[in-house]
C-alpha cells in the first residue's frame, strides 16, 4: 500500500494552459507482483508479473480542447503487466586488458502493460500516456583495451498506437584515473513524444568525464 501526494505543481501552478487545484487529495495504490529470477554463470534473468490499482488517481483533464488543463481526483486505475529480462556478462576482471574485440555484455527485455480505467476521459494528459509494450536491448563491446562501445535500442508502442524505435550510442575511454564518455543519442534523429505532449530532441551529443 503506498500513497503519492499533490506536487506544488498540481496544487497552485497557473499559466495559459494549466490551472492547479488546491482542493486534491492524495492518491492511494496497492501493488502484487509474482516473479522468478535465475542466474548460471555469465547470464542472468527474471520474468515476472503485477497488478497496480490506483484510487483518486491525480491526472490533468479538461472538459474540451478550448480549456485549461487541470488536476482533478477523477478515477480508479487498474494496470496489470508482465516484464521479461535476460542478460549476459562478461565476469572477467582482466576482460579489458586482453585487448582486441571482445564481447562484454548483452541485454534484452520486454515489458507488457495492460491499463483500464473506469471513468475514461476524451481529454485526459497521462491516464494512457503510457507503454503497452516496451522492448529494449543493449550490446557492449571492448577494442583495445582501454574503449568500450555501447549501443542501446528501445521500441515502444503507446496506447493510442502512437509508436518509435530510438537507437543510442556510446563510446568509453576508460584510464586509471578517469573514464571520458561520448553519447550519441537518438542517432536516427526519430521525432517522438517522451512523456505528456513534450517532444524529445532529435539526435544530439553529449560528451562526460
Same mark, same amino acid.
Given at each position: 500500500m503506498g500513497n503519492r501526494y499533490p506536487t506544488f505543481t498540481d496544487l497552485y501552478y497557473q499559466d495559459s494552459a494549466n490551472q492547479g487545484n488546491d482542493q486534491l487529495q492524495p492518491e492511494q495504490a496497492i501493488f502484487a507482483e509474482l516473479g522468478t529470477k535465475?542466474?548460471?554463470?555469465?547470464?542472468?534473468?527474471?520474468?515476472?508479473?503485477?497488478?497496480?490499482?490506483?484510487?483518486?488517481?491525480?491526472d490533468y483533464t479538461r472538459p474540451d480542447a478550448a480549456s485549461k488543463w487541470?488536476?482533478?481526483?477523477?478515477?480508479?486505475?487498474?494496470?496489470d503487466g508482465v516484464d521479461v529480462r535476460l542478460s549476459y556478462r562478461n565476469l572477467s576482471e582482466r576482460a579489458l586488458e586482453k585487448g582486441g574485440v571482445q564481447w562484454i555484455a548483452a541485454r534484452?527485455?520486454?515489458? *507488457?502493460?495492460?491499463?483500464?480505467?473506469n471513468n475514461?476521459? &476524451?481529454?485526459?494528459?497521462?491516464? !494512457? +500516456?503510457?507503454?503497452?509494450?516496451?522492448?529494449?536491448?543493449?550490446?557492449v563491446i571492448a577494442?583495445?583495451?582501454?574503449?568500450?562501445?555501447?549501443?542501446?535500442?528501445?521500441y515502444f508502442e503507446r496506447f493510442e498506437g502512437n509508436s518509435a524505435s530510438i537507437f543510442? *550510442?556510446?563510446?568509453?575511454?576508460?584510464?586509471?584515473?578517469? &573514464?571520458?564518455?561520448?553519447?550519441? !543519442? +537518438?542517432?536516427?534523429?526519430r521525432q517522438y513524444v517522451a512523456s505528456g505532449f513534450v517532444p524529445a530532441p532529435g539526435r544530439w551529443f553529449r560528451l562526460g568525464v
Open positions: 535465475f542466474s548460471r554463470h555469465k547470464v542472468e534473468g527474471s520474468a515476472s508479473v503485477f497488478r497496480r490499482t490506483t484510487w483518486d488517481f491525480i487541470t488536476p482533478e481526483n477523477f478515477q480508479e486505475v487498474a494496470a534484452l527485455g520486454y515489458t *507488457y502493460l495492460d491499463i483500464s480505467l475514461p476521459q &476524451d481529454f485526459s494528459k497521462y491516464a !494512457l +500516456n503510457h507503454y503497452r509494450h516496451q522492448l529494449t536491448g543493449q550490446v577494442t583495445g583495451q582501454h574503449i568500450l562501445h555501447t549501443l542501446s535500442a528501445r543510442d *550510442y556510446r563510446m568509453t575511454y576508460k584510464t586509471n584515473a578517469l &573514464d571520458l564518455t561520448l553519447d550519441v !543519442l +537518438n542517432i536516427l534523429d
